[in-house]
């Protein structure tokens, strides 16, 4: 289109410089601002949103536990949902550690995915022969 106009002005002649000063005028790109937004700290209502971070959950200490109340306290006291693995064990002496929770993956105080796994090792009493049964 521009240079339609300055081809046109052209053939019509040159006037003491004014068509000169209107083909110039004619044939310079506009320019554009760009409106400025001011920064209010809420996102622009035209820029699409991100996704939410995922929520995360701080793994509690479940040593001493019973399997059962590990994954309800896990389940209700927190928005974790992940898959719970009591298939490890280690042998104890102390009957008291029996069927319990022994050592878990992730430790306490660890920030975790609220859908990763949680492993346990359950102590099983170890079977120990009597003097009796050696002879």
């Not at 006037?15 to 554009?32: C, D, F, L, S, V």
């Amino acid at each position: 289109m521009f240079v339609a106009a300055v081809a046109w002005l052209a053939v019509i002649g040159d006037k003491g410089g004014e068509w000169k000063q209107h083909a110039h005028a004619m044939t310079t790109a506009p320019t554009t601002v760009a409106p400025t937004v001011p920064d209010t700290g809420k996102p622009d209502p035209q820029t699409p949103s991100s996704t939410p971070p995922e929520p995360t959950c701080t793994m509690p200490d479940l040593t001493g536990f019973f399997p059962d109340e590990a994954e309800g306290a896990l389940r209700n006291g927190a928005p974790w949902r992940g898959q719970f693995d009591d298939s490890q064990t280690a042998f104890v002496s102390d009957q008291e550690m029996e069927g319990k929770i022994l050592d878990q993956n992730p430790p306490p105080n660890t920030n975790m995915k609220c859908d990763d796994p949680v492993a346990v090792i359950l102590g099983v009493l170890e079977d120990i022969p009597s003097p009796t049964e050696l002879n």
